[in-house]
């Protein structure tokens, strides 16, 4: 990917560069995704969680490369053991089942909304922010209702049932409070 043209709001608001911010930055992000995906609304096959807001945030605020550095650790973390998806659970096996989709692709979806916010330094305004949180989002879907469709042999409107008409409502409330949040750091951070 290109150098990027805009600075990220952690780098405005952690200026001094090196591995030791860099690594506390990747695993913040990482810990707030794994702190979110604990509240959940269990449906079947594929929990609502907070996940999807913190991917985006991580991504929008680290940038491209922390981003997906970040999202990566979360899920090498859960591959792991550790208890950081939804519901406290954990192992390879949820990589194989009907969310694995949905996980790998918040590694891209960070990446994507990273690399558009310092490129195009859209998380200044709500209308930009919300746009990249909607691009990152579509690369969410994409992965996740491939993945599902594989996993539970779901076609059609079943599958769209299944893994993303529920959702929709509940990720249009997070790119909104997302596309507003971003926009009021930044705003804060100017004033210091």
Do not use: C, N
Request: net charge positive; no cysteine.
């Amino acid at each position: 990917m290109p150098t990027a043209a805009h600075p990220t709001l952690a780098r405005t608001l952690a200026p001094r560069s090196g591995l030791a911010r860099d690594a506390l930055l990747v695993l913040g992000g990482a810990a707030l995704v794994a702190l979110v995906a604990q509240v959940e609304l269990p449906l079947k096959p594929v929990p609502v969680t907070l996940q999807t807001l913190a991917v985006l945030l991580v991504g929008a605020a680290l940038g491209w490369k922390r981003g997906a550095a970040s999202l990566t650790t979360y899920l090498l973390a859960g591959a792991a053991g550790l208890p950081v998806f939804a519901g406290g659970s954990a192992g390879l096996a949820k990589f194989a089942g009907p969310t694995g989709g949905y996980l790998l692709s918040y590694v891209f979806a960070a990446a994507l909304v990273g690399w558009l916010v310092q490129r195009y330094a859209l998380d200044r305004r709500p209308a930009g922010a919300a746009l990249a949180m909607l691009a990152a989002s579509v690369v969410i879907y994409s992965f996740g209702l491939t993945w599902l469709g594989l996993v539970t042999g779901l076609r059609g409107q079943a599958l769209l049932t299944a893994g993303l008409t529920p959702f929709l409502v509940g990720d249009a409330l997070k790119i909104g409070l997302a596309a507003l949040l971003l926009p009021g750091a930044w705003a804060l951070a100017r004033r210091r």
